[in-house]
């Protein structure tokens, strides 16, 4: 991808003006721009937007956003982004949980097993550093759902009452492929990708002027309502008679396209909001939200490395 295939909204732009961050002190910025980083999930398919952060990582841009703002294994892939082990984060996919122990079909009411990713894999095997996350200029927000209500939330990272592991946990939990809710305190929560996968419209809201977002699906992806299996698995599940949480789980396409839709810049933005948007090409997305294959997903990650060095004009080395 050349910076001519860029996607958005006056992509280019929003690229000079993060990369004239990169030459200067992010804590000391005054060039009157608020930059924001978006960082899409979806379990084994955000390989490939960890990749793009280590693209990010490698050209120096780890402490030039404002703002990032996640979800689900993004805002997973953002933290180590911001701890400067972008590159590391990213091995986690092709080599410590694309096997039984972290996927499990069989394993009908935990297909995806946080609890060897999170103990195992996160604090142990290859630990994310918090403290560095705790301590980057970059304020980073994790999106969550309330399990009772459908509705998302915003939990920013660095000045959370709960742990940082709690809260990515939380926004990592899909109610249908790992347990259903985690709590936050009192309160139950799970996958922010039910409510808000792509907090685009929040970063814009906060006063961001400059988004790079990073997807994990193309963008020929347009999200559908739910059949009837997966509507009445939620149900069943999930909801637990609760009417609220239906109703939303009915509507998560609407809020996901939504999204996408601005983006993409197939919905404008307010003025003086620029826009770029990386994604993968149609023909790569064999990754899914379960994919083990090693060779898949390490090309998942070296696209979205490969994606980002080029719309900063930087040729990636073989």
Known sequence: MSRADLLGTNPELAIDHIRARSRKNAR????????ALIVEGGAMRGVFSSGANTALEKIGLTSAFDEVYSCS???INAAYFLAGQAAYGT???YEDINNRNFINPLRVNNILNLDFLFKTI?????PLDVDRVLASPSRLFISITDAKTGSGFLIEGQNSAFPLLDCLRASATHPLLSERIMHLGDRACFDGGFANSLPVEDAIDNGCTDLLVVLTRPKEYIDTPHGFLISEWFRWKCALGNAQLVKAGREIHIRENRS??????RRAPP????????CPEEE???VTRT?????LLKAAASEGERKVLRAFDIVARA
């Open 284 to 286: 790569g997305s064999e």
């Open 122 to 126: 996160i604090s142990e095997r290859k």
């Open 91 to 93: 091995t986690i996919y």
């Open 260 to 265: 996408r839709d601005v983006a993409f810049g």
């Open 271 to 278: 003025p003086g909001i620029n826009i770029a948007t990386i």
């Open 291 to 295: 994919t083990k294959n090693t060779e």
């Open 28 to 35: 000391t910025a005054h060039d009157g721009r608020k930059l």
């Open 73 to 75: 294994a993004g805002a």
